[in-house]
């Protein structure tokens, strides 16, 4: 399996306070890796080093198998950072127009994939103002300014933090359906986002890799015994609870894929 993003050694200071402490981990090809960490474990500092835009202190990122360098493009890569900003006079259409001349695309290209991947994200009736878009709306809108020039590697910076639950879901359900066509790396303190979509994923702690590997590996290796009840409204499983509660009997942990989760971080990080 080709690795798109190989990282190795990498180490990064800010003066005195060691942000990057030798992370060392690859994302493998036509992946959803889900990258995870508290705020502050240093997941846009890598990020950025990865994309060229901060100097990387010690060690060496491969991108597409080409070595990162501070200030040089990276052409195989497309970004969505965590506040997108836009020219608010502009349609989607217009935007994603100027994005693709940018580029260096032909129009025609840029017709054809602007009207493609505003259908993606659910913007191809939409012909108002950026300005006047909800934070969800923009997210949207620039998960299809990342995809424009078909990028080998997407890479998401917190992309659901301060949504609406509605907004996290048609989020993650975009990204969910770019599987097997391209790459993506999606950045979060949101376990259960995680869970939904991910295939592996890289904890991060204190500017360390702590956890690693095959999702569905992770949860086989660390879970421990219990039962799991699925409902397909939420309405039922707080009646579940309720007829548990009036007979008396309480289980010993209830538990969301999130919480879940964020027991097994936090039983790695204690470590």
Known sequence: MT??????????????????????????????????????????????????????????IFVCGEKVEYGK????????PDVPEYYTYMTPREYLMLCGEISGMSKDKIKARSKELLKLVGLSKVNRKIGGFSRGMKQRL????????????????????????????EILDILASLKGQTTVIFSTHILSDVERICDRVVFLHGGKVVLDGALSD??????????????????????????????????????????????????????
């Open 73 to 80: 493009t990276v052409k195989c890569v497309g970004y969505l």
């Open 142 to 169: 620039g998960i299809a300014q990342a995809l424009l020039n078909e990028p080998k590697l997407l890479i998401c910076d917190e992309p659901t933090s301060a949504l609406d639950p509605k907004g996290r879901k």
């Open 3 to 60: 690795n798109v993003l190989e990282i190795k050694g990498l180490m990064k200071n800010f003066g005195e306070v060691k942000v990057i402490q030798g992370l060392d981990f690859v994302v493998p090809e036509n992946c959803i890796f889900g990258f995870v960490g508290v705020n502050g474990a240093g997941k846009t500092t890598t990020m950025n080093m990865a994309l060229g835009l901060l100097e990387i202190g010690e060690g060496e």
């Open 218 to 271: 992770l949860k086989l290796k660390h879970k421990s015994k219990s039962i799991t009840i699925e409902f397909d409204e939420e309405i039922d499983s707080d009646e579940f609870l309720r007829v548990l509660s009036d007979n008396n009997i309480t289980p010993s942990r209830v538990e969301t894929g999130e919480a879940c989760l964020e027991s097994l971080f936090l039983e790695v990080i204690k470590k």
